[in-house]
């Protein structure tokens, strides 16, 4: 944000293709923000909900009315698909994919658009986005156990273990005794995250007779989950109950 009077409302994977959520900015650019909801959820032309839902997200943060704010920029970015399991008849299953797009949207006060001399907004740089996933350093003895011990973690949709799975990115056992795991799911609107963690938790501090003191999971959502992530042990072990694709 470059001056106190732009609002920029940020969505990482926005679930439309990049090249419809750039069209829908295109249409709705110098409309009030009550305008631009209106024509992306019920046309004239092509409608984009999601886009729609996003500014509605920075009416919120803003507290001024939809008449108030005016669209005056933002810009779409292919996104990370958003990879789901899709259950199919006799016990098979496959994977979905859904296309998404990081979207940058910026508003301002009706009653400053079009002023001679003001500042505009920057364009989004990649270094504004956020970091990816820490890159694992060498594990030591107690994270190694740990990490084995995380085989016992089963995803109860999947039916394998989360380290085969792809789920597990990093282990970290700090001096006190106490773990960090970064960790991912399939999405971040994955419902599991409190499965895992209970999960996780009769493990490391019920099943392994004090393997460490504590134990926190740091989710990391960036980059997405992929089939590429798993394991050939998980390969086979999806095969053995039915997925066909991965």
């Known amino acids: 944000m470059t001056t106190a009077a732009v609002l920029t409302v940020h969505e990482q994977q926005l679930r439309v293709p990049a090249a419809e959520a750039r069209a829908a ?15 992306l959820r019920l046309g004239p032309g092509r409608t984009c909900e999601p886009l729609a839902r996003l500014i509605d997200k920075a009416l919120a943060r803003a507290g001024l009315g939809p008449e108030q704010l005016v669209v005056v920029g933002g810009e779409a970015r292919e ?12 016990g098979k299953a496959d994977w979905i994919s859904s296309p998404t797009s990081d979207v ?3 508003l301002e006060p009706a009653g400053l658009h079009g002023l001679p001399g003001k500042l505009a907004p920057e364009p989004a740089r990649l270094e504004d986005l956020p970091p990816t996933a820490p890159k694992p350093g060498p594990p030591d003895a107690r994270a190694r156990a740990v990490r084995e011990a995380l085989y016992e ?15 597990v990115r990093h282990v970290q056992v700090d001096d006190d005794g106490a773990a960090a795991i970064t960790m991912t799911l399939t999405s971040a609107a ?12 009769t493990v490391l501090l019920e099943g392994t007779g004090g393997l ?9 959502w960036l980059p997405a989950w992929r089939p590429a992530d798993i394991s050939e042990d998980g390969r086979e072990q999806l095969r053995a109950i039915g997925f066909t694709h991965f």
């Open 212 to 220: 460490v003191r504590d134990f926190r999971i740091e989710w990391s």
């Open 104 to 106: 940058r949207l910026s």
């Open 79 to 90: 996104g990370e698909d958003i990879v789901r399991v899709r259950r199919k008849a006799h």
């Open 25 to 39: 900015l295109e249409s709705v650019r110098g409309l009030a923000a009550i305008q631009a909801v209106a024509k």
């Open 190 to 201: 994955c419902p599991l995250t409190r499965v895992m963690e209970d999960q996780i938790r």
């Open 153 to 167: 973690v089963i995803d109860p949709d999947l039916g394998v273990n989360i380290v085969d799975l792809g789920f």
